[in-house]
């Protein structure tokens, strides 16, 4: 990002750009456009390994969530294919994925808003256990293999402090005065999934979650 920011030759060029994205006439006035292209290739590449990991992860999250009878459907969830991939998982993943994409389209107001959700969401599920960490300190007794010691909580204290730093950042509009045009909405929009997740306990997760089931037994 700084790289990015030090190759800026113009805002007002980036700003009133006729591309589709912003970036692109960035990378024009640095490079060229032989090199935008190719610069523009690496990012999709990048885009494109980026979603993979994330369907990845969401799918195995689906796949956790459903095993512990904390997510309905779980026959369906937990099904692998022959690759041993909770395929549900997977393509749902995808679905939704490609909803929000089409956000683009409609708005580059809602898109921005959902980028910056992801980001928030990204913090608050870092946040939950760090936060037992710094205010609870002596809440767990056992310890794995890697322990920081003296350090552990000074360096929670920081994530924590981080992690908050980086909600509050992401909710901030980018532009002042503040009107429906450059709100910035990710507030709606984690507050909308936080709405979610707290209906899915309730129907849910509260009569059925008993706490993570164990699939095998380390000898």
Known sequence: MLSLLFAVQNIASVQATTFAIPIS????DAVGPQLAQLCLVVVTLAQVMAAITNFTAS???FYALARDNAFPLKRQFTTLNR???PYWGV???VLIGCIISCAYI???VA???ILSSAAISVMLSYLQPIVIRVFWPDS????G?????KWSWPVNFASFSFCVFICILFVLPTAYPVNVLNMNYAIVAVGGLLVIVTINWFWWGKYSFKGPVKTFTLK
């Open 106 to 108: 409609g708005s580059a």
């Open 140 to 143: 767990i007794e056992d310890f």
């Open 91 to 93: 393509w749902i993943s």
């Open 25 to 28: 006439q960035l990378f024009y």
């Open 145 to 149: 293999p890697f322990c920081l010691g």
């Open 59 to 61: 799918s195995r999250l």
């Open 111 to 113: 898109f921005n808003a």
């Open 83 to 85: 690759f041993q991939a």
